[in-house]
């Protein structure tokens, strides 16, 4: 039986078709819910920006154009909800006094004891990236966008997609270096 | 060996993560590919590229997902959703005429628009008055009328209308019926027609199928309902 495409599910639920929303839930939200967890780090607020994404889903299927792939719309809004939730948290955590240290670049322990362990060091350090550069490395290693796919979604010209890629991979190197782990390069 | 690029394989380089999850144009692929063959440097970070994705993946596939209520507390969201666009009409703002051409401009496909226009008009010519749109089944608006409110008494038929058949047509073949709409249309576009105003013997049921089958410039498709 031949499968609907994600575009024709779009149009069903454009229509209203519950069924067609489980459908195309059941082929993304995995994905989504990864890129939002990794960005906040917080499976409650993850799961409320899932659902919020597919309930902008349901009420925006109307007016999806086709512009993009079904999946680089949902990462998009899914991108939208997640920095929305970050900013709130940052102003949150501000308002309190405290610092939040995005990146820290000092010999961390968890580090140390993976030195042994390149791809786990690796592994750490990537953790520690800014949420910025987790999510260009998610979208273009993880969700496999392109340059054109990362601009839309990330919302930034198709050179500042480069240039931020660029710049996480150095920030990894940098953190890894500063932890004893030199890869030559840059 | 040298690991300082020039201008050409620092631009290269850029390209090097989309070479490497396969997401880049034939020509900027053949680039990378041409640079490679000269370029250890360029391999070699192409090595580390291959080694950083292998640690996102990873990284990414270890997030497990959203919790198994997650989809259901969604759909009950959903179900308190609002109807969609082409039911959400601000029926306190708009005016009846409005109302009526958004709603029918909202309406897909095309043969909708066009039968609930149509509709209108045979509801009417019946004489009822059309008090306001009521949610309906997925897809399409449904018209309530103050005449005909949901009838359960009596025998129905499900039919489509010819998209090219004329209202007073229409109007005149449900009077000699004594048929009236009584629901429609329908997201499929069918509209539930009451023929009798309690349950009809078989055969006089099947008389009145028969001769709606027969105005075939009016009727495409009838089917019998309850």
Known sequence: MERDSDEDLVRRIAKGDNLAMRVLYARHHLRAFRFLQRLLKDEALAEDALSEVFLDVWRQAGSFEGRSSVSTWLLAMARNKAWSALRKRRESALDEGVAEAMEDEGDDPEVQLQKSDKGAAIRACMEKLSPEHREVLDLVYYHETSVEEVAMIVQIPENTVKTRLFHARKKLAELLKSNGIDRGWP | ?226
Do not use: C, W
Not at chain 2, 45 to 52: G, N
Not at chain 2, 68 to 94: G, Y
Not at chain 2, 206 to 224: M, N, T, Y
């Open chain 2, 1 to 226: 060996m040298s690991n300082v690029l020039n201008d050409m394989e620092r631009e290269i380089e850029d390209l090097l993560p989309f070479y490497h999850n396969g997401r880049i144009s034939a020509a900027d692929r053949a680039r990378v590919e041409s640079a490679l063959k000269t370029s250890a440097e360029l391999r070699r970070r192409l090595d580390l590229i291959a080694e950083e994705a292998e640690i996102a993946i990873a990284l990414n596939e270890s997030v497990s997902g959203p919790s198994p209520r997650a989809l259901d507390a969604l759909m009950a969201k959903i179900e308190v959703e609002p109807k969609h666009a082409a039911h959400r009409l601000d029926a306190v703002k708009l005016g009846f005429m409005e109302r009526l051409g958004g709603l029918i401009g909202a309406l897909s496909p095309r043969k909708l628009a066009y039968a609930a226009a149509l509709a209108m008009a045979v509801i009417a010519a019946q004489g009822v008055v059309i008090t306001g749109i009521v949610p309906g089944g997925p897809g399409a608006p449904q018209y309530q009328t103050a005449s005909a409110p949901a009838v359960s008494e009596g025998s129905f038929v499900l039919v489509s209308f010819a998209p090219e058949a004329k209202a007073s047509a229409i109007a005149e073949l449900l009077k000699s019926l004594n048929a009236s709409i009584t629901e429609g249309p329908r997201a499929s576009g069918l509209y539930r027609l009451r023929i009798g105003d309690k349950a009809l013997p078989k055969a006089e049921a099947e008389r009145i199928i028969a001769r709606l089958q027969a105005a075939r410039d009016v009727v495409v498709l009838v089917a019998p309902d309850r």
